[in-house]
T-cell receptor, first 113, second 113 residues
């Protein structure tokens, strides 16, 4: 399998649930990103990791907790979410710093009830 | 601060007609600029990028864009639209933070047979 893979593709959760989104890249990249894509709004950068170290946190609420155990894997742990958190969550990776070419996964469509 | 605006949330063209998608940016530093495309149920894919070299940039699928500093623009064009070009197009600028790419709101392109 090649590219950036995200699981699950779809997730429905209640506001009291805890769930995790997973992203895996098979491109040998060292930078990984979480973006949020909501209807009628531009893509919002959430977190950036370079060589497993977090380099950007774009004022994301603490109910979103990222984890990057190695350069190939990125998780987004979710707890006590709100309905307005419903969105498409996109993972991306890039080689080196500078985000000159982002490779995106297909996303996880999250619905919070 | 860096920002991107895209004029027209939706553009319709006839098959074979010129495609013109508009992008204007604001940047406090010499910008790196990008166009990404998103097909239904997929992640984003890089079409082309400007990184301070040639002002006319050629990308994949016959698209090109011209960087005009005086107009702070980076419009995307294609001489002849194809049905397969129907998608969402995003202009983006790299922020002052090396890892931060800021996306515009997107333009949905429809191609009419």
């Amino acid at each position: 399998e090649t590219g950036v893979t995200q699981t699950p593709r779809h997730l429905v959760m209640g506001m009291t649930n805890k769930k995790s989104l997973k992203c895996e890249q098979h491109l040998g990249h060292n930078a990984m990103y979480w973006y949020k894509q909501s209807a009628k709004k531009p893509l919002e950068l959430m977190f950036v990791y370079n060589f497993k170290e977090q380099t950007e946190n774009n004022s994301v609420p603490s109910r979103f907790s990222p984890e990057c155990p190695n350069s190939s894997h990125l998780f987004l742990h979710l707890h006590t979410l709100q309905p307005e958190d419903s969105a498409l969550y996109l993972c991306a990776s890039s080689q080196g710093r500078g985000a000159e070419k982002l490779f995106f996964g297909s996303g996880t469509q999250l619905s919070v009830l | 601060a860096q920002s991107v605006t895209q004029l027209g949330s939706h553009v319709s063209v006839s098959e074979g007609a010129l495609v013109l998608l508009r992008c204007n940016y604001s940047s406090s530093v010499p910008p790196y600029l990008f166009w990404y495309v998103q097909y239904p149920n997929q992640g984003l894919q890089l079409l082309l990028k400007y990184t301070s070299a040639a002002t006319l940039v050629k990308g994949i699928n016959g698209f090109e864009a011209e960087f005009k500093k005086s107009e702070t623009s980076f419009h995307l064009t294609k001489p002849s639209a194809h049905m397969s070009d129907a998608a969402e197009y995003f202009c983006a600028v790299r922020g002052t933070s090396y890892d931060k790419v800021i996306f515009g709101p997107g333009t949905s392109l429809s191609v009419i047979p």
